[in-house]
């Protein structure tokens, strides 16, 4: 559900926006002087919706556009083959997305989820708080440079521009161009589609360059910043499992969960996940040290059929299980509660005795932690610290840490650098991707309407003569992919609001 408070925040703020221009408007001593004051800056007020425009910029635009005419034609047509193909390729990929929204609503299988590769985001529900700023700047960039490159294709092709906006709709930001309708009306379709396929051409090439910075940002940083030495922790939540005396701390370098190393983020992740589909992992523990003390009480049962041995609720205990070194023959396991932290300091890790026995001289066995079902037992190395030890579900370790694979080489060097980057990057390419798709669907009001027109007139004029046929035909696609982009949207805020 969308949380109350950002939903009373949003409307207290339009109503007070609204309201305040009502008042000034039926004012009889301000309104003159209120109107104008908009009309000379550009602004227009209505319910949930401001708008500012400007001409300010169209030296800027005319500028661009008399950069090497060569080099912008063959830039713009290829924009215009492109946006031809993301034309065909958004309606392919919205199907697909359909599908698999239908399937996640008729099974409870949370990967189907995972697959989709659009998805509606609603901020405070699927879109953290906190990530609220990298959304809407992202997003507004985005929509700047769709934006420009419809203004300098424009006046390429000879169609004036009268003016550059941006507006804020309920809470989303965007940007447009005012285009001069009669020179566009005057221009060939093949001309006009180099208009309309420039604002998808250019988000797509955003995307491009957002990923290259992504792919280079560690090359880039390399004279403050080292990688591959570990993940650097830079948030711990609080009250989380990994919080505490004996937790992570912001600053720490996380190098490994268990036997397996991390590097990196990506380790981290791809470690959490291994050890959440394995099973548990035992410890070399020598027979000599087993004290009988420690197999007090009777083990017994839990729900889910595990045994548990601890009665104690201690923090300090848990219950492990091996085989009798004495009765190996039957494979009679014993239970026994034991102090957890010395149990596991300094032993290696193992599956079955004979791991021990390979690695060491002394009689040891293997001892593992009997726990309920998809609960692990994990031991997190942050050298120079001891181990913190994590008895859980690995995904909720995963969720209580923020970690970047950025390590500063100097102390003055700000943690969060990195992952301000890193972030922005990802909303980058994740939004103006969006854009390019969405906007390539032919779709009443959207660059697609004008795409597939344009592409209607160009191919269609010499097959079927008759202008109210084409159009015919334009309207029905057109219908047809209105309705599929509405039927994602619905399907797909359902599944993120009512779920």
Not at 19 to 44: C, F, K, N, P, Q
Not at 313 to 328: A, E, H, V
Not at 343 to 366: E, L, N
Not at 462 to 474: A, H, P, S, Y
Request: glycine letters at 6%; one cysteine or more; aromatic letters at 10%.
């Amino acid at each position: 559900m969308i949380p109350v408070s950002l939903l009373v925040f949003v409307m207290a703020g339009w109503c007070a926006v609204y309201l305040a221009d009502t008042l000034l408007r039926s004012s009889v001593t301000h309104r003159i002087s209120y109107e104008s004051w908009l009309a000379s800056r550009g602004l227009m007020l209505s319910p949930f919706h401001v708008r500012w425009q400007t001409t300010m910029f169209n030296r800027l635009f005319a500028y661009c556009a008399r950069i090497n005419p060569r080099a912008l034609f063959i830039w713009f047509n290829s924009g215009l083959v492109f946006g031809i193909a993301a034309m065909l390729g958004s309606v392919v990929l919205l199907i697909r997305t359909l599908q698999q929204t239908i399937a996640q609503m008729t099974t409870d299988n949370p990967r189907i989820g995972e697959q989709q590769a659009l998805q509606v985001v609603v901020p405070g529900v699927n879109l953290p708080t906190s990530q609220l700023a990298y959304f809407f700047i992202a997003l507004l960039l985005s929509g700047v440079i769709h934006e420009l490159g419809h203004a300098v294709a424009a006046l390429r092709e000879q169609v004036r521009v009268n003016g550059f906006g941006m507006f804020v709709f309920v809470v989303y930001p965007g940007a447009f161009v005012d285009l001069f309708t009669t020179h566009l009306n005057l221009i060939s379709p093949t001309q006009q589609l180099r208009i309309f396929c420039a604002g998808v051409w250019h988000n797509f090439v955003l995307c491009l360059a957002a990923l290259a910075f992504l792919f280079l940002l560690p090359l880039l940083l390399f004279p403050m910043y080292t990688t591959g030495a570990g993940a650097l922790v830079t948030e711990v939540v609080q009250g989380s499992a990994a919080d505490g005396p004996r937790g992570l701390s912001v600053g720490d370098i996380v190098t490994g969960l268990e036997d397996c190393p991390v590097r990196g983020v990506e380790d981290w992740t791809s470690c959490l996940s291994h050890l959440a589909h394995t099973p548990q992992t035992g410890y070399c523990v020598p027979v000599a040290s087993l004290q009988p003390s420690w197999a007090h009480g009777r083990a017994f049962k839990r729900l889910d059929g595990t045994m548990d041995c601890c009665s104690n609720n201690s923090l300090t205990d848990l219950c492990f299980s091996y085989i009798k070194p004495l009765g190996r023959s039957s494979r009679e396991r014993e239970y026994a509660c034991m102090p957890v932290r010395k149990m596991v300091t300094g032993t290696r890790v193992c599956h079955t005795d004979d791991d021990c026995a390979a690695h060491s001289h002394t009689a040891s066995i293997c001892v593992t932690p009997s726990l309920e079902n998809q609960t692990r037992f994990i031991r997190v190395t942050h050298p120079p610290n001891t181990h913190m030890l994590f008895v859980g579900y690995p995904p909720h370790l995963q969720y209580a840490v923020s970690l970047t694979n950025f390590v500063p080489r100097f102390g003055f060097l700000h943690l969060d650098l990195p992952v301000f980057l890193e972030t922005f990057c990802k909303y980058v390419v994740s939004l103006s991707g969006a854009l390019a798709v969405v906007n390539s669907v032919p779709c009443f009001a959207l660059d697609g309407q004008w795409m597939l027109n344009a592409l209607l007139e160009a191919t269609l004029a010499n097959v079927v003569i008759d202008r109210q046929k084409r159009e015919l035909i334009g309207f029905f696609l057109l219908l047809a992919g209105s309705a599929l982009l509405a039927a994602n949207v619905a399907l797909g805020l359902w599944m993120v609001t009512a779920r």
